[in-house]
């Protein structure tokens, strides 16, 4: 047993690292976007200390260096467009996204282990290799966010080297526990996957262990999206959050992107991998999944939508909301045909709300209600689309896309500005922002590609020409 285990080891790591030029050239690019995003980072972190080491001990012009950006008494989060105001911006805005984009994994662990479905048995180690890159762009943000590394790790240490249990009140600590869960679990799915598939068609992994991956695993992964919704949700001085559909608009549209992501990464897969093969019904009945979460996302975004125009009368609220609905643009555009009707919509002045110089929150909006009923009409109608590679890489690209936009900024933005004493704070992500969170993403997409390669070339080994 113990030979067999250091020999699956040993398979990772073979195969990891066993490729052309263009496995070589994709390794070489993320891990240098992924080291510059990460220096970038720790410069930030420390950027007095450089300072003062630069010019007290290496010669350079401090005016120099304050060009650069590099200040002898700023560092941290004053490189952002983050503030008091606007707390949390790009780094939770696609932590958000890449939590849903791990979560659903569950669908394929399900399909594959409790249905025995072999055709999803094919897909269901990339899945969990999918969702462990995930969780690790998505504990990279955090990371980055949290600015100080001992602050991630006080999260938990703090009370139990007081003698003391972690505070059950305090959703992050469930956050926390429930990532690192998940990012476990899927660990040990990947390992034994590959360590009884790497071995031929005759050897499978023990019903038992399926059964058990699928019990622990579920509630993990739809518990990882729920927690990240429950620590929006009830906050009271965020009335854009204040409402019981945000945690099931998570899932909803979780299990919307994360198939869509894994079709595309699949079908790419079967270019380069000749004995790879997943029979098209499995593509067919991921992408219909995928739209029905996508449409039951849509609806949630429905209800969100009649209960912010219809009933709220908190004029805060209102405010939010019309500057995620209605955008100073399109007031621009449709005041003058609707001007006799404008009190219908909160009164005369509703144009002079919302998000003056933000626009960007509102062309998101837009863009997931149109993306994502347009990916459901043409799955839905046109049965050609979803019957081909060319179509299916289509309407996952419309599906990844329309969640992109409804997942991110449009979440996470809109409950800060404006503030609690109504002044507005328009919020740009800096190219700091841009450049570390893209190193965050590499982070995931070099693991991805690590552990992909072995995955793939287990799954040809078991189910390659010959054993369909």
């Known amino acids: 047993m113990v030979i067999e285990i250091l020999k699956t080891i040993w398979y990772f790591i073979k ?11 994709f390794i070489l690019a993320m891990a240098l976007v992924s080291a510059w995003g990460i220096a970038l980072w720790a410069g930030v972190q420390a950027a007095p200390a450089i300072y003062v080491q630069l010019v007290n001990h290496l010669g350079f012009n401090g005016k120099t260096l304050i060009d650069l950006g590099i200040r002898p008494n700023e560092g941290g989060m004053v490189y952002t467009d983050m503030s008091d105001s606007v707390a949390w911006g790009m780094y939770i805005s696609f932590f958000v996204f890449w939590v849903g984009v791990a979560a659903a994994g569950v669908l394929f662990g399900v399909a594959a282990y409790g249905f025995r479905d072999k055709g999803f048995m094919r897909l269901a180690p990339l899945a969990e290799a999918q969702a462990i890159a995930a969780v690790l762009v998505a504990l990279a943000l955090v990371f980055f966010d949290v600015g100080r590394p ?3 790790f006080l999260l938990m240490a703090l009370p139990i080297m007081a003698g003391k249990p972690p505070n059950p009140k305090s959703i992050f600590t469930y956050d926390f526990l429930v990532l690192n869960s998940y990012l476990i679990v899927n660990i040990i799915g990947v390992f034994l996957a590959v360590h009884w598939y790497r071995r031929g068609p005759k050897y499978e992994p023990p019903k038992y262990l399926m059964y058990a991956f699928m019990v622990i695993a579920a509630p993990l992964a739809i518990g990882i999206h729920t927690v990240t919704g429950f620590i929006s949700q009830a906050l009271t001085a965020r009335p854009l959050w204040l409402g019981p559909l945000l945690a099931p608009r998570y899932v909803a549209t979780a299990l919307a992107a994360g198939p869509a992501f894994l079709l595309i990464v699949s079908i790419i897969a079967e270019k380069f ?12 009945k991921t992408l219909l999944a995928a739209i029905a979460a996508l449409i039951v996302g849509l609806y949630f975004t429905l209800s969100e939508t009649q209960e912010l125009f219809w009933y709220t009368t908190e004029p805060a609220k209102r405010a939010q909301a019309i500057g995620l609905y209605l955008a100073p643009f399109v007031c621009g555009i449709m005041k003058p045909l609707v001007k006799d009707y404008m009190f219908y919509f909160a009164g005369h002045n509703v144009c002079r709300w919302g998000y003056p110089g933000m626009e960007y929150i509102a062309i998101l909006f837009w863009a997931w209600v149109i993306l994502g009923v347009l990916a459901t009409l043409l799955t839905i109608f046109v049965p ?6 060319k179509g299916i890489v289509f309407l996952s690209t419309l599906i990844i896309l329309a969640v992109v936009a409804e997942k991110t900024f449009t979440i996470v933005i809109p409950a800060y500005v404006p503030d609690a004493l109504g002044v507005l704070h328009p919020y740009f992500p800096t190219p700091l922002e ?3 969170t893209a190193g965050a993403h590499a982070v995931g997409l070099l693991v991805y590609i690590l552990v992909a390669r072995p995955v793939l070339k287990a799954v040809e080994a078991h189910y390659g020409e010959g054993h369909h």
């Open 273 to 284: 991998y000749k004995k790879y093969k997943v029979p098209m019904y499995v593509y067919e």
């Open 15 to 25: 195969y990891a690292f066993n490729g052309g030029w263009r496995h070589w050239a």
């Open 434 to 436: 841009v450049a570390i």
């Open 384 to 389: 050609k689309l979803r019957k081909s590679y």
């Open 150 to 152: 001992i602050r991630t």
